[in-house]
């Protein structure tokens, strides 16, 4: 883990020969305070480990607006049986841009997120009718007489709001994006225990491509640090409106998970 973080503040100081490139909603897994244009939209296809995919759509309601939908699909490419997570609303406003002496973004959203192998806790009571309940506290009783729990280890459905500042920086007569910010998962499950912080940023090398790293899962009493994720991703934009990304997404002792992501930035 202390290498990758080396490598992530190492990123910090990487960029040359830079130019103006569409700044972007989201790093890695992390978001950042930009939005889409005004009548623009955006559509998202995400490939992960063990034949998982995540579609996601949103379309530029204003400038400082977007709103859309998210869903989730494990196993969808394999063998084994395909298994539909519960869909999602994606949505970001933003306050401000700052100013040309202050460029300090400000945004509030909700959105998915991944939460690698330590994935939810389903409880079941009837299989046969297929009822599922979250874990809180009323129904312990209930949870330890009846049910049966099983890991869902590879799910990416959680969602939850997020609040996030995004500085531009300038080294080497280029532009660099910092994001950071602290979001709570509340669907399906409602966990603060698990509310976290993330940071990241997104560096721009030429007109084509750009570099990324961040980390998230930073716990808000920045403990269970074998928990925390350390993601690096590279990303390739053919006229500003077809991208291709692959991204390593990093946790201590864990498997790593390899993510293969295509995006179409359109207009209407």
């Keep these: 883990m202390k290498k ?9 100081l990487i960029s040359s020969g830079a130019y103006a490139q569409t700044k972007r909603p989201n790093v890695i897994d992390t978001p950042t305070a930009f939005t889409i244009g005004r009548g623009t939209y955006e559509f998202n296809f995400l490939g992960y480990d063990n034949g998982g995919v995540n579609f996601k759509t949103f ?15 494990q196993n969808l490419i394999g063998k084994d049986k395909p298994r539909f997570n519960i869909p999602g609303v994606v949505t970001k406003i933003k306050f401000t841009d700052g100013t040309e002496n202050f460029p300090i973004g400000i945004a509030i959203g909700y959105d998915s997120f991944y939460i690698g192998k330590d994935g939810k806790v389903y409880d079941t009571i009837d299989k046969k009718k297929g009822f599922l309940f979250p874990p809180y506290y009323g129904y312990k009783y209930l949870r330890k007489k009846y049910s049966s729990k099983s890991k869902n280890q590879l799910d990416r459905t959680i969602y939850g709001p997020y609040a996030v500042i995004t500085n531009t920086i300038y080294l080497f007569d280029s532009e660099q994006y ?35 790293a961040e980390t998230e899962r930073v716990y808000w009493n920045l403990g269970r640090t074998k928990k925390w994720l350390v993601n690096f991703g590279v990303r390739y934009t053919y006229l500003e409106q077809l991208s291709i990304e692959f991204d390593l997404l990093l946790q201590t002792n864990r498997t790593l998970n390899r993510v293969l992501r295509i995006e179409y930035h359109g207009e209407f």
Excluded: C, N, W
């Excluded at 400082?64 to 989730?72: E, I, K």
């Design 59 to 73: 379309v530029g309601l204003h400038d400082a607006m977007f709103l859309g939908a998210s869903t989730d699909i």
């Design 4 to 12: 990758h973080l080396l490598i992530f503040v190492g990123l910090l």
């Design 178 to 212: 910092i994001s950071y910010g602290a979001r709570v998962p509340t669907q399906p499950d409602f966990i603060p225990k698990d509310s976290s912080y993330f940071l990241g940023i997104d560096v721009p090398l030429g007109e084509y491509f750009r570099i990324k």
